[in-house]
């Protein structure tokens, strides 16, 4: 079956780093894109970057020029490189795959910015 888990997350002061990683399987990852969200307390959960199969990026302006998304199909892994991180990052983070008509979710990393 799909699954995708998350790793990478953690506690980081205001201007640091974190690479999280998507880690997938259960279906054929090259070709597919893939996407991160987050969901912060209290608010609903919104989408932070996306990867095409073809390797085309987006983001949300929030992050943008801070976070980066990446692949690896050798390794069925997305990544998602996040520098200058702000308290507002704060959130938990899900990686997501759209197969068919079903959405995937992995549980889940959260990451927490103090400042």
């Known amino acids: 079956q799909v699954q995708l888990v998350e790793s990478g997350g953690g506690l980081v002061q205001t201007g640091g780093s974190l690479r999280l990683s998507c880690a997938a399987s259960g279906f054929i990852f090259s070709g597919n894109a893939m996407n991160w969200y987050r969901q912060a307390p209290g608010k609903q959960r919104e989408w932070v970057a996306g990867l095409a199969g073809g390797a085309a990026t987006s983001y949300a302006d929030s992050v943008k020029g801070r976070f980066t998304i990446s692949r690896d199909n050798a390794k069925n892994t997305v990544y998602l490189q996040m520098n200058n991180l702000r308290p507002e990052d704060t959130a938990v983070y899900y990686c997501?795959?759209?197969?068919?008509?079903?959405?995937?979710w992995g549980q889940g990393t959260q990451v927490t910015v103090s400042s």
């Open positions: 997501r795959v759209f197969l068919g008509s079903s959405h995937y």
